[in-house]
């Protein structure tokens, strides 16, 4: 008997009767995820017979999940998701396209619900630190930056973060320099009148 390690928490997750094709779907979108086995209910059920359950165990990212086909059951909604981190856009990208075929649903601040009903959050890692940071008005930028969006725009939000450029200031004319005023004649700076000799 192949006995794989048991973690004290996995997400379990129940499906009317696609439990092992959404297992197959997401394995094929994150790395180091797979399928480790499927199998079934051996007695019979208040859902039906034996061998009508079936109970597929999998990795995402390397993190053990179970999901099970048992019949229709409470649909997913918003309550519970999965957040996925990701460094890059185009990590980012990726993930969200991937979910979003055949009959995903885009939804504000980076979520997705899946063909199957999943809730998914694809969120850049960079985004939590820009919303902890001490400068508070930075923070307020960002989070009403992310408001706004749909699948995350890294460079967006950093760029509310930053803030609107300081304009720079133009340069001091030279000739005002230490109070002097460019074009007078030294006497007239001096407040001296020209003698009547030097007016000849």
């Given at each position: ?63 053990p999940f179970m999901a099970m086909s048992a019949g229709p059951n409470e649909p997913f909604n918003e309550a519970i998701s999965f957040r996925v981190n990701c ?102 700076r001096s407040g001296r009148s020209t003698p009547p000799s030097a007016r000849r």
């Open positions: 008997m192949t006995t794989l390690a048991t973690p004290k928490i996995v997400p379990h997750l129940w499906y009317t009767n696609e439990a092992e094709e959404a297992a197959r779907f997401y394995a094929r979108i994150f790395p180091a995820s797979r399928v480790d086995r499927v199998s079934s209910l051996p007695a019979d059920s208040p859902i039906g017979p034996a061998g009508s359950v079936v109970i597929v165990e999998f990795r995402l990212f390397g993190q460094r890059t856009q185009a990590e980012i990208d990726r993930y969200w396209s991937a979910l979003l075929k055949n009959g995903g649903r885009a939804q504000a601040c980076g979520w997705i619900v899946d063909r199957y009903g999943v809730r998914w959050q694809i969120v850049p890692t960079s985004l939590g630190e820009m919303m902890l940071d001490r400068d508070r008005t930075k923070a307020a930028r960002v989070a009403a930056e992310m408001l706004g969006q749909v699948k995350f725009d890294i460079a967006k939000l950093k760029a509310a973060f930053a803030g609107p450029s300081t304009p720079r200031r133009p340069a001091r004319s030279p000739g005002r320099r230490g109070g002097s005023v460019r074009g007078r004649s030294p006497a007239r």
